[in-house]
Protein backbone atom coordinates (compact mmCIF):
# COMPACT_ATOMS: atom_id res chain seq x y z
CA UNK A 1 0.00 0.00 0.00
CA UNK A 2 1.44 3.63 -0.72
CA UNK A 3 0.27 6.76 0.49
CA UNK A 4 0.35 9.52 -2.39
CA UNK A 5 0.08 13.03 -0.85
CA UNK A 6 -0.49 16.48 -2.42
CA UNK A 7 -1.08 19.90 -1.80
CA UNK A 8 1.08 21.57 0.47
CA UNK A 9 2.91 24.89 -0.32
CA UNK A 10 3.21 28.59 1.03
CA UNK A 11 0.11 30.79 2.34
CA UNK A 12 -0.31 33.80 4.03
CA UNK A 13 -1.79 33.70 7.41
CA UNK A 14 -5.69 33.97 6.64
CA UNK A 15 -5.41 32.03 3.55
CA UNK A 16 -6.54 28.23 2.40
CA UNK A 17 -4.87 25.36 0.93
CA UNK A 18 -6.01 21.44 -0.05
CA UNK A 19 -4.55 18.72 0.78
CA UNK A 20 -5.24 15.53 -0.76
CA UNK A 21 -3.82 11.94 -0.13
CA UNK A 22 -4.53 8.69 -2.61
CA UNK A 23 -4.37 4.85 -1.36
CA UNK A 24 -2.98 2.81 -3.42
CA UNK A 25 -1.87 -1.49 -3.64
CA UNK A 26 -4.24 -4.25 -2.60
CA UNK A 27 -6.39 -2.23 -0.43
CA UNK A 28 -9.66 -4.59 0.55
CA UNK A 29 -11.44 -1.99 2.84
CA UNK A 30 -9.96 1.39 4.88
CA UNK A 31 -10.41 1.55 8.33
CA UNK A 32 -9.58 5.32 8.86
CA UNK A 33 -7.25 7.43 7.12
CA UNK A 34 -6.55 11.24 7.68
CA UNK A 35 -3.70 13.44 8.40
CA UNK A 36 -1.22 14.04 10.88
CA UNK A 37 0.92 16.82 11.25
CA UNK A 38 4.97 17.31 12.66
CA UNK A 39 5.68 21.34 13.31
CA UNK A 40 9.38 22.63 14.33
CA UNK A 41 10.44 20.76 17.31
CA UNK A 42 7.18 19.60 18.12
CA UNK A 43 5.86 16.13 18.35
CA UNK A 44 3.82 14.21 15.88
CA UNK A 45 0.11 15.05 16.58
CA UNK A 46 -3.13 14.38 15.32
CA UNK A 47 -5.04 16.46 12.69
CA UNK A 48 -8.09 15.26 11.31
CA UNK A 49 -9.18 11.66 10.81
CA UNK A 50 -12.05 10.01 8.85
CA UNK A 51 -13.06 6.69 9.95
CA UNK A 52 -15.09 4.23 8.20
CA UNK A 53 -18.29 4.87 9.74
CA UNK A 54 -18.30 8.38 8.48
CA UNK A 55 -17.02 9.62 11.79
CA UNK A 56 -14.37 12.38 12.10
CA UNK A 57 -11.57 13.35 14.80
CA UNK A 58 -9.94 16.71 14.45
CA UNK A 59 -7.54 18.34 16.89
CA UNK A 60 -8.83 20.90 19.00
CA UNK A 61 -6.62 23.66 17.41
CA UNK A 62 -8.26 23.23 13.48
CA UNK A 63 -11.74 22.53 14.81
CA UNK A 64 -14.13 25.06 12.74
CA UNK A 65 -11.13 25.81 10.05
CA UNK A 66 -10.41 22.49 8.61
CA UNK A 67 -12.87 19.95 6.69
CA UNK A 68 -11.69 16.42 6.09
CA UNK A 69 -13.34 14.70 3.54
CA UNK A 70 -13.93 11.57 1.12
CA UNK A 71 -13.19 11.92 -2.64
CA UNK A 72 -15.27 10.29 -5.63
CA UNK A 73 -12.17 7.53 -5.58
CA UNK A 74 -13.22 6.19 -2.45
CA UNK A 75 -9.61 5.82 -1.87
CA UNK A 76 -8.50 9.95 -1.76
CA UNK A 77 -8.86 11.92 1.25
CA UNK A 78 -8.75 15.84 1.29
CA UNK A 79 -8.31 17.68 3.56
CA UNK A 80 -9.67 21.56 3.53
CA UNK A 81 -7.37 24.28 5.40
CA UNK A 82 -8.96 27.59 6.29
CA UNK A 83 -8.23 30.71 7.87
CA UNK A 84 -4.43 29.02 8.57
CA UNK A 85 -2.20 30.46 11.17
CA UNK A 86 1.57 30.58 11.54
CA UNK A 87 0.74 27.70 13.88
CA UNK A 88 -0.35 25.43 11.62
CA UNK A 89 3.25 25.22 9.92
CA UNK A 90 4.30 21.56 9.60
CA UNK A 91 4.97 18.70 7.54
CA UNK A 92 1.50 16.71 7.50
CA UNK A 93 1.51 13.15 7.12
CA UNK A 94 -0.90 11.08 5.75
CA UNK A 95 -2.25 8.32 7.43
CA UNK A 96 -4.15 5.10 6.64
CA UNK A 97 -5.11 2.09 9.04
CA UNK A 98 -6.00 -0.57 6.14
CA UNK A 99 -7.34 -3.94 5.37
CA UNK A 100 -5.10 -5.94 2.24
CA UNK A 101 -5.89 -8.96 1.23
CA UNK A 102 -9.37 -10.52 0.49
CA UNK A 103 -11.75 -11.46 2.71
CA UNK A 104 -10.82 -14.55 3.67
CA UNK A 105 -7.39 -13.95 4.71
CA UNK A 106 -7.15 -10.02 5.58
CA UNK A 107 -4.10 -8.31 6.74
CA UNK A 108 -4.79 -4.91 9.12
CA UNK A 109 -1.65 -2.59 8.50
CA UNK A 110 -0.98 0.84 9.22
CA UNK A 111 0.73 3.10 6.31
CA UNK A 112 2.16 6.17 6.17
CA UNK A 113 2.77 9.05 3.09
CA UNK A 114 5.92 11.18 2.88
CA UNK A 115 5.50 14.52 4.48
CA UNK A 116 4.07 17.40 2.64
CA UNK A 117 5.22 21.09 3.95
CA UNK A 118 2.91 23.94 4.82
CA UNK A 119 4.00 26.71 5.82
CA UNK A 120 2.35 29.63 7.00
CA UNK A 121 3.93 33.30 6.85
CA UNK A 122 2.65 36.14 9.41
Known amino acids: VQLQASGGGLVQAGGSLRLSCAASGSIFSINTMGWYRQGPGKERELVAILRSDGNTDYAESVKGRFTISRDTAKNTRNLQMTSLIPEDTASYYC?????????????????WGQGTLVTVSS
Open 95 to 111: YADVNTGDYYDLARNEY
